[in-house]
C-alpha cells in the first residue's frame, strides 16, 4: 500500500498474519530440553521433558500454548546424536566402554 503524507509517498506493507502465540515458550522448553539432553545422554528424552513442561506450566499459569512433545523428543535426538558413537559398520567392530555407563556394566 501506499500512503500519502505532507507531500511525501510512503510505501508499507499491511500486516495481515495473527501472532503466533507462545512462539518464545516453545523456543525455551525446546532449548532447555536440548541443553539438557545434552548432558544426560542416559536418560528418556520424555524423563527429561516432563519437568521443564511441568516447570513452564507452573511460571505461565494453565493459559499457555506449550509445544508438542513429540516434536521437542524429536528435536532432543538430533541433538544428541553428535555424542553417540558411531554405529558400526561391519560384524568386526570394537565396543567402546567410555560410552555404556557403569550402571549397566
Known amino acids: 500500500m501506499v500512503s500519502y503524507n505532507n507531500n511525501s509517498y510512503t510505501l508499507f506493507v499491511c500486516h495481515t498474519c495473527t501472532e503466533r502465540k507462545g512462539i518464545a515458550v516453545k523456543a ?4 532447555s530440553a536440548k541443553e539438557k539432553a545434552l548432558n544426560a545422554i542416559y536418560d528418556s528424552p520424555m524423563q527429561i521433558l516432563e519437568p521443564i513442561l511441568v516447570d513452564q506450566l507452573e511460571k505461565k499459569g494453565g493459559g499457555v500454548q506449550l509445544p508438542n512433545p513429540n516434536l521437542v523428543v524429536r528435536s532432543m535426538n538430533r541433538a544428541r546424536q553428535s555424542v553417540r558413537p558411531p554405529n558400526p ?13 557403569e550402571v549397566t556394566l
Open 89 to 101: 559398520t561391519d560384524l568386526f567392530f570394537d565396543i567402546k566402554y567410555s560410552f555404556i555407563p
Open 28 to 31: 525455551a522448553v525446546t532449548a
